[in-house]
């Protein structure tokens, strides 16, 4: 059975499904918003709905399965990525850093996500700066912000008015617990889940936080 949480919002509730690793399921209002979703772990996807709306954060396999992406989408669906998408899933829209669209009637603002400290090799980080996308959605009154492969980088302060973020929690690829705690301590979300775990113990960020009051983490089956 997969995980839910309900989320209240202004003009009705927000269900998001936890699917696996960095891969999410969001209805709200009539629309089914599907974030990197990827086979390997994760449901079966002939048991779930449509997605009227897709957001893939960057071309890594663990965030852009092509073939679930076909078995998902439906004539109209909205595909929204970063540039290095289209060859893998043609037929989507180019976000890059900083634009905001609107999309199905929400509001998709594309971030940055990129690694600061991890690198591949020298000088190589796994996610160059440019060119992966974390997304910010608005939902009614409700911002939920998914911030797909990245590191606390700076422009984190920037933003503003968080009720929800998901924010990556594995090395080499992303961020240590310290980092993530870094980050939510830099923008402060009401509500904040550790999301593409691998093998990190969660219970670390969980400690970490403890005292910082208005932030509430959850820990859900990300791994």
Known sequence: MLQKDVIPTSKGNLEITFLTHGSLVMTWGGLVIYVDPIAEGGPDYAKLPKADVLLLTHDHYDHLDSQVVDKIKKPGTAIMYNMKCASKCPGGAIMKNGETRTVQGITVEAVP????????????????????????????????????????????????????????????????????????????????????????????LTALLKDEKGIEVRIRDLR
């Open 113 to 204: 996500a990129y690694n600061i400290k991890h690198m591949k090799a020298p000088g190589q980080p796994f996610h160059p700066k440019g060119e992966g996308n974390g997304y910010v959605v608005t939902f009614g009154d409700k911002r939920i912000y998914i911030a797909g492969d990245t590191e606390n980088i700076p422009e984190m302060k920037t933003i503003k008015a968080i009720d929800v973020a998901f924010l990556p929690m594995n090395l080499p690829y992303t961020m240590t617990p310290e980092m993530v705690a870094d980050a939510a301590r830099a923008f402060r979300p009401k509500i904040l889940y550790p999301y593409h775990m691998g093998e990190t113990d969660a219970s670390r």
